[in-house]
């Protein structure tokens, strides 16, 4: 069982930046791939970005692309969001989430196994 907890959200003008953290409870966080989600008001979670277990590979939803940056430091058990050039429509409760598929770059809620208990980002225009 992985145990995942965000930070790092709040309110920023539209313009701005926030790095979103999330932090992992288990050891075996340097063998699975990360990602992190969004949900909209009324809406579906979706995904925003995510990244292999090694950092080596990362990969974007096209409405954050250029603008969003994932990473992640091992050694810390902790992945990142780096998010720039912020607008209004990127408000949403995002999550970190965890998944043991290795050999593909994950995109569907159903392929991640665990999940963060999500943080709020509010853009202001």
């Known amino acids: 069982q992985v145990q995942l907890v965000e930070s790092g959200g709040g309110l920023v003008q539209a313009g701005g930046s926030l790095r979103l953290s999330c932090g992992a409870s288990e050891d075996t966080f340097s063998s699975i791939a990360m990602g992190w989600f969004r949900q909209h008001p009324g809406k579906e979670r979706e995904f925003v970005a995510g990244?292999?277990?090694?950092?080596?590979?990362?990969w974007y939803a096209d409405s954050v692309k250029g603008r969003f940056t994932i990473s992640r430091d091992n050694a810390k058990n902790t992945v990142y969001l780096q998010m720039n050039s912020l607008k209004p429509e990127d408000t949403a409760v995002y999550y970190c989430a965890a998944s043991r598929i290795t050999t593909a770059q994950v995109t569907l809620e159903g392929q991640y196994d665990f999940w963060g208990q999500g943080t709020q980002v509010t853009v202001s225009s």
């Open positions: 990244i292999s277990w090694s950092g080596g590979s990362t």
